[in-house]
């Protein structure tokens, strides 16, 4: 079935470069996403990427897709401690259904 | 870009009461929104599929009677919880997709819905 994995902490010095990973298992998703949820919050798209792509950056934001292992990854550069939330990736099925990833907690420390 | 509003945004009822949350599209159409749940430190659970002009899809385990969903428009989508009991308690957040089908989709959220059972 469908499943898509993360780590669930990371914890990284200001102003150093976080990585998010994810996997996932639907090979036919077009999209991939990355969303914010900051305490208390709804979700923010951050980006999303076509799965025809390796690589989309966006200012801070980097992703990587490598489709053949079903690995996708979000860098943030020069993190800082507004970026401290918990980040989702999701895949979408062929009925438009997002499949979330169980969200990993950034933790940004000065 | 695109919104979905969703109201409100916090709410408190007692047990045995039912509320309604509302979902909407604000410059585009949505014949198919989506309902999830969140709890805490977890990630999104998707509750229901709600279609325009038809009856909703539920996910295994969700109870139809319990959450009742009604899309009456192509912009408004509405969640009742039903006879709420505090282990209902919950955020709610919808979703809508734009685009037809996979190949040319963006999803939406709305705010989310912060429910509280006492």
């Known amino acids: 079935g469908e499943d898509v994995e993360q780590s669930l902490f990371l914890s990284v010095r200001e102003g150093d470069s976080s990585v998010i990973n994810c996997t996932y298992t639907?090979?036919?998703?077009?999209?991939l996403y990355w969303y914010k949820q900051e305490p208390g919050a709804g979700l923010q798209l951050l980006t999303y990427?076509?799965?025809?792509?390796d690589m989309k950056q966006d200012q801070r934001l980097t992703v990587l897709l490598n489709k053949k292992d079903k690995h996708l990854s979000l860098r943030i550069a020069d993190t800082q401690t507004g970026d401290s939330a918990i980040y989702f990736c999701a895949e979408i099925s062929d009925t438009d259904k997002l499949i979330f990833g169980t969200g990993t907690r950034l933790q940004v420390f000065p | 870009g695109a919104v979905v509003s969703q109201h409100p945004s916090r709410v408190i009822c007692k047990s045995g009461t039912s509320v309604k949350i509302e979902c909407r599209s604000l410059d585009f159409q949505a014949t198919t929104m989506f309902w999830y749940r969140q709890f805490p430190k977890q990630s999104l659970m998707l509750m229901a599929t709600s279609n325009e002009g038809s009856k909703a899809t539920y996910e295994q385990g969700v109870e139809k009677d319990k959450f009742l969903i009604n899309h009456a428009s192509l912009t408004l989508s509405t969640l009742t919880v039903t006879s709420a009991h505090p282990e209902d308690s919950s955020f709610y957040i919808c979703?809508?997709?734009?685009?037809?089908?996979?190949?040319?989709?963006?999803?939406?959220f709305g705010q989310g819905t912060r429910l509280t059972v006492v």
């Open positions: 979703s809508a997709p734009r685009g037809q089908g996979a190949g040319n989709t963006e999803a939406f």
């Open positions: 639907d090979s036919s998703s077009t999209y």
């Open positions: 990427i076509f799965s025809n792509m």
